[in-house]
């Protein structure tokens, strides 16, 4: 019959923890504190069966795992600049004069040095538009009304 004692769980979490410092996904380090905890409950109730053992170690894993996840989304990610690395969002309430005209819904727009593929109602060129969204990299545009 295979059994575990702390030391097994120790040593887990040891190998787990050495693995973090090479994958820096956080996710060994999670199961690392789950073997920890498991261990330690171990210590303390003596008798916990291999099954009951495993459980912990799994349930012990999801909850630090999704703590940390929540965790990060939440209050760890913010920026100051959001669309720092999405160029087409920033682009959005920009105005910008048709080079092409827009035929069948599809037109090519120079905006910044780029090509842009946009969408919108035909319109021929010269006119002034605005791009009111982004669809994956293809730019949604309007005519710009004046105020």
């Given at each position: 019959m295979i059994t575990l004692t702390l030391w097994h769980w120790l040593a887990l979490a040891a190998l787990l923890g050495v693995g973090e410092l090479f994958t820096f996904t956080s996710y060994m380090l999670c199961m690392a504190l789950a073997a920890l905890i498991t261990g330690l409950t171990l210590a303390a109730l003596p008798m916990l069966s291999l099954?009951?053992?495993?459980?912990?170690?799994?349930?012990?894993?999801?909850?630090?795992?999704?703590?940390?996840?929540?965790?990060?989304?939440?209050?760890?990610?913010?920026?100051?600049?959001?669309?720092?690395?999405?160029?087409?969002?920033?682009l959005v309430g920009r105005l910008f004069t048709l080079e092409t005209p827009i035929v069948n819904?599809?037109?090519?727009?120079?905006?910044?040095?780029i090509i842009w593929k946009i969408t919108g109602i035909d319109t021929p060129a010269g006119v002034q538009m605005k791009i009111t969204g982004v669809k994956g990299f293809i730019l949604l545009v309007e005519v710009a009304t004046e105020n």
């Open positions: 099954a009951a053992q495993g459980i912990l170690f799994a349930v012990a894993t999801l909850i630090i795992a999704g703590s940390w996840v929540y965790y990060t989304k939440h209050f760890f990610n913010k920026s100051d600049k959001p669309l720092l690395n999405n160029r087409a969002e920033q819904g599809v037109g090519k727009a120079l905006i910044d040095g």
